[in-house]
């Protein structure tokens, strides 16, 4: 007979970690010399601290001849991927997955991805102060015809997966408790189904339906929209200057307090245009300024912060001002104090003076409080991270106009 029974169990645990890289300049990195790398700053996963490295004109051997079916075969003419572990010790084992970003909006991005496909030898182990990653993750010729390259710029994201220790554990019997985490997921369900609904809503045509309660108590705005129906009893109420598809989202989120799974990456495309003012973050911000979504509205400033080039600064910190976005505003703020003579050559600062002094005098003051530099023949360096800028004529941004008076119509 049996004195005692125990069990026990033992479970690797996987760590991700995503770092979005941009590189600007693409042709200005050319020519630096095979196994030559760029390095991204420095971040941390599963407490290991990586950069990412990206070669321009080829990996060196002594990273290639780590695979078999890499040995022998010159990486000149392609681009390489890859991380370099900083942290001492004796290394890490590592699950990559490189993605490559499509700027045309289509989101035909290019992945390369170990964590669907492990190895057969396990996942990767990085010595601590070496590389490793995927030295023909692209030719040089493809990537200079495709739409991957847009405005002598990348967009690269870098997915870590730090694989920790095994641990042991003891397993105690006992009844098991649920969460109380589906609140969010029932009330999404409400949504979906219409069920219950009690309100609905004209978008351009699209219809719908939601539930007076949640609304109203989601958003002081939507609550005296509300209002206003019940005294007017008009069977919907139309809105005006906001797009279907970013209603929907608003919806959601105002259900949830989650966005939508496939609507996380904001940025990263072009929902509606060419521009940032065209993003899916642009448009939600501009939505949750109009009805007073607070947290909405850091989520989407946060998104937007994220995809800041020296193309993008101008038409970012105007939509910052547009829609009263005080983060994202000292932020861009403190972009313009790293980046004054590159932005200066661009013709950035001269734009903001002409489309908006006030703005244009906000950032001159902090400049010059956090630089002491001066408005008045500023220098021409073009120097920026120890690589040099050709001179560039800022677009017009008028889709930024556009967006603010396509978001003034008010709720009927």
């Avoid at 040995?71 to 997955?97: A, D, P, Q």
């Avoid at 279907?244 to 259900?255: A, S």
């Avoid at 940025?267 to 501009?286: E, V």
């Avoid at 889709?399 to 396509?406: A, S």
Wanted: proline content about 4%.
């Amino acid at each position: 007979m049996l004195e005692k029974c125990s069990t026990s169990r033992c479970s690797t645990r996987v760590v991700k970690g995503l770092h979005r890289f941009t590189l600007e300049k693409y042709s200005l990195c050319k020519g630096i010399g095979y196994g030559q790398a760029i390095y991204s700053n420095p971040f941390t996963v599963g407490g290991y601290q990586f950069v990412f490295t990206f070669f321009p004109d080829g990996t060196p051997c002594d990273i290639t001849k780590i695979e078999k079916k890499y040995r022998g075969i010159s990486s000149e003419g392609y681009i390489g991927f890859h991380i370099t572990l900083m942290s001492e010790g004796k290394g890490v084992r590592c699950l990559l997955k490189m993605t490559l970003l499509d700027q045309s909006g289509e989101g035909k991005h290019q992945t390369i991805s170990l964590f669907d496909n492990v190895p057969d030898s396990g996942p990767i182990l990085v010595p601590s102060c070496q590389s490793t990653g995927f030295p023909y993750f692209i030719s040089r010729d493809k990537l200079e015809k495709s739409s991957y390259l847009k405005d002598d710029c990348l967009k690269i994201e870098c997915t870590v997966g730090v694989v920790l220790p095994y641990e042991t554990e003891t397993m105690t019997l006992s009844v098991g408790i649920p969460k109380c985490d589906d609140v969010g997921v029932d009330l999404l369900t409400l949504l979906e189904t219409g069920k219950f609904s009690d309100i609905i809503f004209d978008v351009s045509g699209k219809k719908f339906r939601a539930h007076k309660l949640i609304l109203s108590s989601s958003s002081s705005v939507f609550e005296s929209i509300i209002a206003r129906h019940l005294v007017s009893n008009q069977p919907e109420i139309v809105i005006k200057g906001v797009r279907p598809r970013v209603f929907k989202v608003l919806l959601h989120f105002m259900y949830t307090n989650t966005l939508p799974e496939d609507d996380k990456s904001l940025a990263c495309g072009y929902a509606f245009g060419p521009s940032l003012s065209s993003t899916l973050a642009a448009k939600l911000l501009a939505a949750a300024h109009k009805y007073d979504l607070r947290r909405l509205k850091l989520i989407c400033e946060s998104h937007i912060w994220r995809s800041i080039s020296l193309n993008r600064f101008a038409e970012t910190i105007s939509l910052a001002e547009m829609y009263n976005a005080p983060s994202l505003k000292h932020l861009c703020f403190e972009y313009a104090a790293d980046n004054y003579a590159v932005l200066t050559e661009l013709g950035s600062f001269t734009y903001l003076q002409e489309n908006y002094p006030l703005l244009f005098d906000e950032i001159d003051h902090h400049l010059s409080k956090a630089k002491g530099l001066v408005k008045k023949e500023p220098p021409f360096t073009g120097q920026q991270s120890g690589w040099l800028y050709s001179a560039k004529e800022m677009q017009p941004l008028q889709d930024t106009r556009e967006l603010k008076e396509e978001n003034q119509g008010e709720c009927n």
